[in-house]
Nanobody, 127 residues
Framework: QVQLVESGGGLVQAGGSLRLSCAAS??????????MGWFRQAPGKEREVVAT????????YYAGSVKGRFTISRENAKNMVYLQMNSLKPEDTAYYYC??????????????????WGQGTQVTVSS
C-alpha cells in the first residue's frame, strides 16, 4: 500500500522560505498515476487545501492565500512531491500534510477525495 512521509517543516521568520518534501513508497503503480496534494491545518481550524497537482504535473491548483508564494511540483521518477514556500507569513503556521488520490490522475482539490495521507510536518512562522 502507498505510504507518504513528509519532511522539511520547521521554524522560520516571516518572509522566509521552506521546502516541504513528500516521499511516496509502496503501491503497485508509479505515483504518476495519482493526483497529489498539500493540505494544512492550524490549531482550532479545519483542514484546508494548499495546492494540488495532477499526475503528469501539467495541472496545478493553488489556494488563493498562497498563490504567488508557494509552488507545488513533483518528480514522478523519484516518487517525490514538493512544496516550495516563499514569503512565509505567520498565518501560514500549521501542520502540513501530503496526500494522494489513488483513483484519479487529474486535478483534485477536495480533501475528502484523497485516500492516503502522511503524518504531517509542522511549519511555524514567527512574526
Amino acid at each position: 500500500q502507498v505510504q507518504l512521509v513528509e519532511s522539511g517543516g520547521g521554524l522560520v521568520q516571516a518572509g522566509g522560505s521552506l521546502r516541504l518534501s513528500c516521499a511516496a513508497s509502496g503501491g503497485t503503480f508509479s505515483i504518476s498515476s495519482y493526483a497529489m496534494g498539500w493540505f494544512r491545518q492550524a490549531p482550532g481550524k479545519e483542514r484546508e487545501v494548499v495546492a494540488t497537482i495532477s499526475g503528469s504535473g501539467r495541472s496545478i491548483y493553488y489556494a488563493g492565500s498562497v498563490k504567488g508564494r508557494f509552488t507545488i511540483s513533483r518528480e514522478n521518477a523519484k516518487n517525490m512531491v514538493y512544496l516550495q514556500m516563499n514569503s512565509l507569513k505567520p498565518e501560514d503556521t500549521a501542520y502540513y500534510y501530503c496526500a494522494a488520490d489513488l483513483h484519479r490522475v487529474g486535478l483534485v482539490t477536495i480533501s475528502v477525495e484523497y485516500d492516503v495521507w502522511g503524518q504531517g510536518t509542522q511549519v511555524t512562522v514567527s512574526s
